[in-house]
DNA sequence: TCTGGGGTCCTTAATCTA
DNA sequence: TCTGTAGATTAAGGACCC
């Protein structure tokens, strides 16, 4: 471990691999004052929470995603039914070939997240910062708890234990010195597992480990990967970041590099809401009337529409999306001058972007609308107040302020005043 | 072989604007 | 006022994640 720490640190503080790291601000490297961040995931979660309300499905195979017969893939897949190989993201065609007797639901997410909410809740009582990675996964910064808490280790199993007193579902926890090594100990173990890797024991933990477990490598990575002869992590480091760059460009490969070497975020950062709001759907066989189409575009608009009231947005980009036989997939967006939650806007200006986007003539297989662009993302467009030209008043200049403060309040970015040259 | 739905982020190209 | 250009913005598609 000690060659491995020497060779990394030489690496880092001379030459060429520590320029990657030095384009990242809240990047670390395990060092010996770090942070204990700790990642927690629900294991299996939609078929748990299945399993935990049906006691008739416990101890067997329950897949949750499109019915048998129908198009559409595993959305998860409980421990009983991955033994027969299944899946997510596999098609339910092949997991009904592989399991005609398993139980086959269709997701109902407004339940996984009356339960997920219930579970960010309590978390939120036992760490000064929680961040919601996903419907069923979080980040908990619980540096300096030690001294209230205890030990990582206890910190982890409190988190495992309270969960399961509170719902009945398990959960593998990770824990470690940044964003990375909690997440890979959270995998390391499934389910109901729990993984603290100290700082010092990070190269080693992550050396054997097959490059697929890293964050953002997908299928088309892995062809790279391949190519190179690159199957470990302890193969990675070796490989010099300028050749990385050359294959997957300077983004992907420092983030490869530096998550070899255990280098990775240790922010945690609580809510940061939505960015977009989207609804798609996959008709049972290709659809060629525009009339038909046009009416999947209404209730999917009005569905966006919604949310989007629901959680009071509105956006100023209306995205199309289009997959045509063949599985050929087009989007086409346009941005708004101003925002909407409205959903005959959406539907017209989706159905506008159908039209006139110069889209194949062929039978569709899914549609979907989507908005983005929040009207606080935007920067204001400028209000002008006008003042008459004699006003040299420093009082009614400031009374004018007031009332544009007054009209925009929150919303309000910037006040300024400026001379009209009359020209 | 068959590939859902709902997201995020990145890269690249075209277009706009100062 | 005109023109070339750099930087910003918009749009499209790809990859990835759960």
Redesign the pocket.
């Known amino acids: 471990m000690c060659v491995l720490e020497y060779s990394v640190n030489s690496l880092l503080d001379s030459g060429t691999p520590a320029r990657a790291t030095d384009r990242y601000t809240h990047m670390t490297r395990p060092q010996p004052t770090h942070r204990w961040i700790a990642h927690m995931?629900l294991d299996a979660?939609f078929t748990s929470c299945e399993q935990r309300e049906h006691p008739e499905y416990q101890g067997r195979p329950v897949v949750v995603?499109?019915l048998p017969g129908?198009?559409?893939?595993?959305?998860a897949a409980s421990y009983e039914a991955r033994k027969f190989g299944i899946h997510?993201?596999m098609?339910?065609?092949?997991a009904s070939r592989r399991c005609p007797d398993a139980v086959f639901l269709r997701?109902d997410?407004e339940k996984y997240r009356r339960i997920s909410r219930q579970i960010f809740q309590l978390l939120e009582t036992m760490a000064p910062v929680v961040e919601a990675?996903?419907?069923?996964?979080a980040y908990l910064d619980v540096s300096g708890l030690e001294k209230l808490l205890g030990s990582p280790a206890t910190i982890g199993h409190d988190i495992k234990q309270r969960i399961l007193a509170a719902t009945g579902l398990t959960v593998s926890v990770g824990i470690g010195p940044n964003r990375l090594i909690a997440?890979l100990g959270s995998e390391y173990h499934k389910p109901d597992g729990l993984t603290v890797v100290p700082p010092e024991q990070v190269l080693d933990f992550l050396a054997p480990m097959p490059v697929a477990n890293?964050?953002?490598?997908?299928?088309?990575?892995?062809k790279v990967f391949k190519r190179l002869g690159i199957r470990t992590v302890e193969q990675l480091r070796t490989v010099p970041l300028p050749r990385l760059e050359q294959h997957l460009?300077?983004?992907?490969a420092a983030s490869f590099h530096n998550q070899a070497f255990g280098i990775a975020s240790d922010q945690v950062m609580p809510g940061?809401?939505?960015?977009?709001?989207?609804?798609?759907?996959?008709f049972e066989a290709d659809i060629g009337d525009n009339a038909i189409l046009h009416d999947a575009l209404r209730r999917?608009a009005a569905?966006?529409a919604s949310?989007a009231r629901h959680e009071g947005l509105a956006g100023?980009?209306v995205?199309?999306k289009i997959?045509f036989e063949?599985?050929e997939?087009?989007?086409?967006?346009?941005?708004r001058r101003t925002p909407t939650c409205d959903e005959r806007t959406i539907l017209k200006t989706a159905w506008q972007?159908f039209l006139d986007?110069k889209l194949p003539k062929k039978p569709v297989?899914?549609i979907?609308v989507?908005i983005?662009?929040w009207e606080q993302d935007?920067?204001a467009q400028a209000d002008l107040f006008e003042l008459p030209d004699h006003q040299q008043d420093n009082q009614q200049l400031l009374q004018t302020i007031d009332a544009v403060t007054e009209k925009f309040g929150k919303h309000l970015l910037q006040v300024g005043i400026s001379r009209k040259t009359g020209k």
């Open positions: 995931d979660f995603g499109a129908h198009r559409g893939v595993v959305a997510s993201a098609p339910i065609s092949e997701p997410m990675a996903s419907i069923d996964e997440k890293l964050r953002g490598l997908g299928r088309q990575t892995q460009g300077n983004k992907a940061q809401g939505r960015k977009s709001i989207s609804k798609e759907t996959t999917l569905e966006v949310t100023t980009v995205a199309l997959r063949g599985f997939t087009h989007t086409r967006q346009h941005k972007l986007g297989r899914l979907g989507g983005s662009g935007q920067p």
